[in-house]
């Protein structure tokens, strides 16, 4: 590459520009997009996710990719990564992208500071319409995972893993099921992950319970 052109990644496509007076619309606008539609560029090579505006120089050394995402017709929302302010350009940030602008490790958890330090799960979503900025924080995860303390049936439990299935639940709740063929179960749930509070599960399905989730499960006949 010579030193006259910069390659800039934006949402995993390479594209080689004029090192010269590059901008944040030059950038947007090799990527297909446009300032005037409000899409908005953020960078998020070096740790964080902040904006890029259509006028702001967009600079790299001749060693650094520079990387963007484009939130079509986005809008700017904040949050906190171990203290430190992102921008971004959608309602909600996944948990993996965080995990993955931060380099955070498979053996790291991420968790919600202002939300009593719930964690998130894998494969979640941030909400980043609300009025305040959520906080992320980084922290080790024991090889041996703390129990999860529910209730379920009015009785206290702890669970030794946060994601059960219907069946565990089940099994929980009726643990001497053989006299138990002809009936079906119903798997309720409130004060749970802060992404689905209250529902409902049907077989297979799991259930990422956080401390003091409210789980019921009922069996009726099936006649």
Not at 46 to 61: K, Y
Not at 128 to 133: E, R
Request: overall charge negative; hydrophobic content about 40%; glycine content about 10%.
């Amino acid at each position: 590459m010579s030193s006259e052109s910069i390659t800039v990644v934006v949402d995993g496509k390479e594209h080689v520009l004029p090192r010269g007076a590059l901008t944040g619309r030059d950038v947007l606008m090799a990527a297909g997009g446009d300032p005037e539609r409000r899409d908005v560029l953020i960078r998020d090579d070096g740790g964080a996710a902040r904006l890029v505006a259509p006028t702001d120089p967009v600079e790299a050394d001749e060693d650094t990719v520079a990387t963007f995402r484009v939130h079509r017709n986005g809008g700017l929302r904040h949050l906190k990564v171990d203290g430190r302010l992102w921008e971004w350009g959608a309602a909600g940030i996944q948990e993996s992208d965080i995990r993955e602008i931060a380099d955070v490790a498979d053996d790291v958890g991420l968790f919600l500071a202002n939300s009593g330090g719930e964690p998130l799960r894998r494969g979640s979503m941030v909400d980043l319409t609300a009025d305040w900025v959520p906080h992320v924080v980084t922290r080790q995860v024991a090889t041996e995972r703390a129990t999860v303390p529910v209730v379920v049936n009015g009785r206290s439990r702890e669970l030794v893993a946060e994601d059960v299935t219907y069946e565990d639940l089940v099994g929980r709740a009726f643990p001497d099921r053989r006299d138990l063929a002809n009936r079906m179960f119903t798997v309720t749930y409130r004060d749970g992950p802060a992404d689905r509070p209250e529902g409902s599960l049907v077989p297979t399905q799991r259930l990422h319970a956080t401390r003091g989730t409210v789980i019921n499960v009922t069996a009726t006949d099936k006649s």
